[in-house]
T-cell receptor
Framework: GAVVSQHPSWVICKSGTSVKIECRSL??????MFWYRQFPKQSLMLMAT?????????EQGVEKDKFLINHASLTLSTLTVTSAHPEDSSFYICSATPWREGRGVYFGPGTRLTVT | AQKVTQAQTEISVVEKEDVTLDCVYE???????LFWYKQPPSGELVFLIR??????QNEISGRYSWNFQKSTSSFNFTITASQVVDSAVYFCALFANAGGTSYGKLTFGQGTILTVHP
């Protein structure tokens, strides 16, 4: 089946630093990748939709300058949390699909970010 | 706009009981996909089922079954003879076109925490 990887699986960083999270589709080309954020005991909130070769589309309320998304190739998207603060601590999950219409959406294992 | 509502925040049952998780969705699109995912404590989402909007056939997979009714915009999930290992958070999700753009997006419901007691 389709596999999506995320790296790192967990990261601890100091307040003020930037953290980059990678999302890769290992055995398919992802036309679209999605980035989600999940706080404890809450649902997955869509942060942005990333299409290869074009700018990411951010959901309302998500700071573009804080959460930089780059979808440089059909198999790689990156999320950079810039100048991280403790409130950015969360579980970040990416997903990818090779289709536009959502026939199949595949999820990465998630990255747990802790900002101290 | 698209929306998914899971009315049950938490459900607690005793092993071997049947349990149904409700999901109601909203979308203006005629073509869309509905999903159910399981999220165990590890956090990694486990895909359970996908159903497209043109296929209203109910589906059974072992102890799991799904009832899709377009007339009521519902896609409910039933676990028969629940087991302790079924304890997890379950999410219903909708993939639809994001208001006419070329690419759609996947929207999640709030999730239902299922606890199965021995």
């Amino acid at each position: 089946g389709a596999v999506v990887s995320q790296h790192p699986s967990w990261v601890i960083c100091k307040s003020g630093t930037s953290v980059k999270i990678e999302c890769r589709s290992l055995d398919f080309q992802a036309t679209t990748m999605f980035w989600y954020r999940q706080f404890p005991k809450q649902s997955l909130m869509l942060m942005a939709t990333s299409n290869e070769g074009s700018k990411a589309t951010y959901e309302q309320g998500v700071e573009k300058d804080k959460f930089l998304i780059n979808h440089a190739s059909l198999t790689l998207s990156t999320l950079t949390v810039t100048s991280a603060h403790p409130e950015d601590s969360s579980f970040y999950i990416c997903s990818a699909t090779p289709w536009r219409e959502g026939r199949g959406v595949y999820f990465g294992p998630g990255t747990r970010l802790t900002v101290t | 706009a698209q929306k998914v509502t899971q009315a049950q925040t938490e459900i607690s049952v005793v092993e071997k009981e049947d349990v149904t998780l409700d999901c109601v969705y909203e979308t203006r699109d005629t073509t869309y996909y509905l999903f159910w995912y399981k999220q165990p404590p590890s956090g990694e989402l486990v895909f359970l089922i996908r159903r497209n909007s043109f296929d209203e056939q109910n589906e059974i997979s072992g102890r799991y079954s799904w009832n899709f009714q377009k007339s009521t915009s519902s896609f409910n999930f039933t676990i028969t003879a629940s087991q302790v290992v079924d304890s997890a958070v379950y999410f219903c999700a909708l993939f639809a076109n994001a208001g006419g753009t070329s690419y759609g997006k996947l929207t999640f419901g709030q999730g239902t925490i299922l606890t199965v007691h021995p």
